[in-house]
């Protein structure tokens, strides 16, 4: 009889042989397997990159240093002055200087009888230091030229050989201005804000004689490759001390982070905690990928593992092969995961610029959050390995060697792990009851945010860990309801819910999956809605049309708006009253503006009541008085006027102010009522036609009827308001973009996680699936209930994750946005309901395939 080996170095290149012949023999467990763990990889770190565009496509929109300086020279501000051409001279031929520009912002209104200015900015056009793309034309290259952006030659009507006339101050003469006519050679696109508004650009060469003061506001400089960046420093401060005393040199890189700092402050701070907050659910959901991939794998082969230990391998050696073989697997899916989702976040500015004229900035290479992503990777791999062959290495080889699918099947839930579901249950609600009880009020300054968010997180994988706990209890109720249409199918629908239902273990298994990938996708929709209605109703309030005509005490003569009417440039003309009042000790503005004259009035939300109540003897409160009076909708309200008190009743109330800004709106029979002047205090309208050109004609409409109609132009003014919606729309569009990309990465991970754990469960149930074929179930009836069933628990799924995807995602939102409507966007929660069902059925189809080729003899031999 031969003596069994000793536990030693034979033993672990047997047992670490054995499980690589078994990947080898099995390519299709190995394939479906890498496959989980490298879109887990994929989606953390696709994550990673759609968090860094977005962030760098808003900070570039506010930044005005470019990547590529080095340092930058700003004269002293206690001075008053510029820095000199001979300084910018003398900086360009220091031997470690690439390149320095000369950077000059300024503005000059256009010759002409109507109020137009043009922003005016000096930059190189081309090379690394540009901050603009030539999309038309040439760049000027003499002086008297100028390129514009798209704004300025749609807007003011600046095409490439037209010629413009600015009025530039005359610097003897303050009083004084010089005419300089332009000509327009070309039009940019520039990534930076002053893109949002009518702009021109030359080289520093010839910006001098249209900027108000001579030299430039700051010069940047980029370095020779390989020149030390203090001693280059060192070498522009002595010329600065020579011709600029008192001016200072900062790095590119201090500039940049102090303008990174000043642009993501506010909204944009907290639109980008949410977008942390979807990353770390998006490792969750990769981990959960992962694990059940893994975990189902490592059960079917509980029966291999006992073999082993029954000729004598020992535990260590064993657990110790597994974990190589988990992070071989882990470290290659990773970094190919990692490598394809660097090249997808690269590709999609270039993506973005071609399929939808939309500019974003590149992420560059998140070299720390693609170990980390390749290391965690390796370490769930690792961790999820280990548990089924500690499993296999406590039992005994011949309680091992019985089939492994009993397990799925078994129905009961034992105490503790009830137990431990209850209590996780009651600690995830608990911590949003917390939250619940201490939200903070709309404008509270001194509400900790990022500690909220931190237990809105906890609170959320509590949560979801009570999910996968009690999925098998939870999956019967929900089952009873979503089965019941499958089973009017006849055979297959009632086999696909028997099926379903006789193992709930393994269908919470998979449907915790796709439950998370479903919260995932209606947390991010509702996100959306909710903040995309936010800065709708910020824009309707601020900027309720695309123009704002005001007048002095004396109104507008009903005549002059009459005319805006007429115009068919313009759309949506409203006239308007105000009237000011007060209330204790603070004044408060009365108007009779309708907002359902508006197209924005539908985007302004109520807290009680409803706008279409607004009438004669009702009114429309804003939140600040209806706080103070303590008043909601229904309740008396009484405001004091010159012909003495007006009783009316609260008609809704609102989450801040109303329409420009107004305290209280009512009815313009109720403000005539009050003694309010006859005449329009202004006019509100809209262009008739989206886009620069008809925004640009618009204006010149109102303009040309003002000119003839009002006999003192200065008493009027007319406010371009679409200039406070477009940044806003940017922002809308920007996250939109983010948000369908986070969406996209979702459902991916979500229809692998179905793919992975229907294949994987359906090669576990071989020999069932051999068992029916014998009973005379057809391959078209059997690949029928495999694909029922796959859609079965996408459906499951759906619905796990729809009920704790919602709930939470208002919760964040209400945490990170005080005052945010709370939207539920009800056609697109349903749309993913049904695509994930359709998307898991389709998911089961190779699996069903694979299962109707096998022979029932083949099956129920146990060989696949």
Not at 12 to 30: F, I, K, M, N, T
Not at 95 to 121: C, F, K, M, Q, S
Request: aromatic letters at 4%; hydrophobic letters at 50%; charged letters at 20%.
């Amino acid at each position: 009889m031969s003596t069994p080996r000793r536990a030693g170095g034979p033993w672990r290149a047997s047992v670490l042989g054995s499980q690589l012949a078994e990947l080898l023999r099995r390519p299709g467990r190995l394939l479906t397997t890498g496959l989980s763990v490298l879109v887990a990889a994929f989606v953390v770190f696709a994550t990673v990159m759609a968090q860094q565009i977005a962030m760098n496509t808003t900070i570039d929109a506010f930044r005005g240093t470019p990547e590529a300086v080095s340092l930058v020279a700003a004269p002293d501000e206690d001075a008053g002055t510029n820095l000199s051409a001979a300084a910018l001279r003398r900086i360009r031929a220091l031997p470690g200087v690439a390149e320095a520009v000369g950077r000059v912002n300024t503005g000059a209104p256009i010759d002409g009888p109507y109020e137009r200015w043009l922003v005016l900015h000096s930059d190189p056009g081309t090379g690394p230091l540009s901050q603009v793309r030539l999309v038309e034309g040439d760049y000027p290259s003499r002086a008297g030229e100028i390129a514009v952006n798209r704004r300025a030659a749609e807007e003011l009507e600046l095409a490439p050989g037209t010629r413009t006339t600015l009025l530039i101050a005359d610097r003897k003469d303050a009083e004084k201005t010089v005419k300089v006519t332009l000509t327009v050679t070309g039009v940019v696109k520039s990534t930076a804000t002053a893109d949002q508004m009518s702009g021109g650009y030359t080289t520093d060469a010839h910006i001098g004689p249209l900027a108000d003061l001579p030299g430039y506001q700051h010069v940047d400089i980029r370095a020779k490759d390989g020149v030390p960046r203090g001693e280059l420093s060192r070498q522009v401060r002595a010329v600065l001390a020579e011709t600029s005393p008192g001016a200072t040199v900062r790095s590119g890189g201090a500039v940049r982070a102090q303008e990174a700092h000043d642009a993501v402050s506010g909204d944009l701070r907290e639109v980008f905690q949410l977008l942390a907050v979807f990353l770390a659910v998006a490792v969750g959901a990769a981990a959960l990928v992962a694990t059940s991939a893994f975990r189902i794998v490592f059960a079917q082969r509980l029966r291999q593992l006992a073999l082993l230990r029954a000729i004598g391998a020992p535990q260590r050696r064993l657990v110790t092969a597994l974990a190589a073989e988990g992070a071989l697997v882990g470290a290659v899916a990773g970094s190919i995961g990692v490598l394809a989702a660097l090249g997808a976040g690269h590709l999609a500015p270039s993506a973005a610029r071609l399929l939808a004229d939309r500019e974003l900035s590149a992420p560059g290479v998140p070299v720390p959050q693609a170990v980390l992503v390749v290391l965690g990777t390796v370490l769930v791999t690792v961790g999820v390995v280990l548990a089924p062959a500690l499993s296999a290495a406590r039992v005994s080889p011949l309680q091992a060697l019985r089939t492994a699918g009993t397990l799925a099947g078994e129905r009961r839930i034992r105490p503790a792990r009830l137990t431990a579901g209850a209590l996780l249950t009651a600690a995830a609600g608990g911590l949003a009851a917390l939250l619940l009880s201490r939200l903070p009020e709309p404008g509270q300054q001194d509400y900790d945010r990022d500690f909220a968010l931190l237990v809105t997180i906890a609170s959320a994988g509590l949560a979801f860990l009570a999910l996968i706990t009690l999925g098998p209890l939870l999956v019967r109720p929900v089952l009873a309801v979503a089965g019941w249409p499958l089973r009017r199918l006849g055979t297959t629908g009632k086999l696909a819910v028997g099926g379903v239902g006789g193992a709930p273990r393994r269908a919470a298994a998979v449907s915790v999956v796709v439950a998370l990938g479903v919260a995932l996708v209606s947390g991010a929709l509702v996100c959306l809605a909710c903040l995309s209605g936010y800065l709708a109703r910020t824009a309707a309030v601020d900027a309720p049309a695309d123009f704002r005509v005001a007048a002095g005490a004396e109104g507008l003569d009903p005549t002059v708006v009459r005319q805006f009417a007429a115009s068919p440039q313009l759309t949506h003309v409203t006239g308007y009253r105000v009237l000011t009042v007060t209330l204790g000790d603070r004044e408060f503005d009365v108007a009779d503006l309708d907002p359902d004259a508006l197209p924005t009035g539908k985007d302004i939300d109520t807290v009680t009541g409803s706008l279409d109540d607004l009438g004669p003897g009702r009114a429309v409160l804003a939140s600040d008085l209806a706080d103070m009076l303590g008043v909601r909708a229904g309740d008396p309200l009484t405001l004091p006027s010159p012909r003495g008190d007006l009783r009316l009743t609260v008609a809704a109330t609102l989450p801040g102010k109303g329409p420009l800004q107004a305290n209280v709106l009512v009815a313009p029979k109720d403000l005539d009522r009050m003694g309010a002047p006859a005449h329009p205090s202004g006019v509100l309208a809209d262009a008739a036609a989206d886009g620069f050109a008809a925004r640009g004609k618009a204006r010149r409409a109102l303009e040309s009827i003002v000119t003839a109609r009002v006999p003192d132009r200065d008493d009027v003014t007319i406010d371009v308001l679409a200039e406070t919606r477009d940044s806003n729309r940017e922002m809308v569009a920007t996250m939109g973009t983010t948000a369908l990309g986070l969406v996209a990465l979702t459902i991916l991970i979500a229809v692998v996680g179905i793919a992975a754990t229907t294949g994987l469960t359906a090669i576990e149930r071989t020999r069932e699936f051999g068992l029916l074929r014998a009973l005379g179930l057809g391959g078209g009836a059997l690949r029928r209930t495999i694909t029922m069933e796959a859609g079965l628990y996408g459906a499951l799924g759906a619905v796990l994750g729809l009920s704790l995807g919602i709930p939470y995602a208002w919760l964040v939102v209400r945490v990170v946005v005080a005052d945010a409507p709370l939207r539920l966007p009800a056609g697109q929660l349903v749309l993913v309901f049904a695509a994930l069902a359709a998307l898991a059925a389709l998911a089961g189809l190779l699996p069903a395939r694979r299962a109707t080729r096998v022979t029932p003899m083949t099956a129920l031999g146990g060989t696949e």
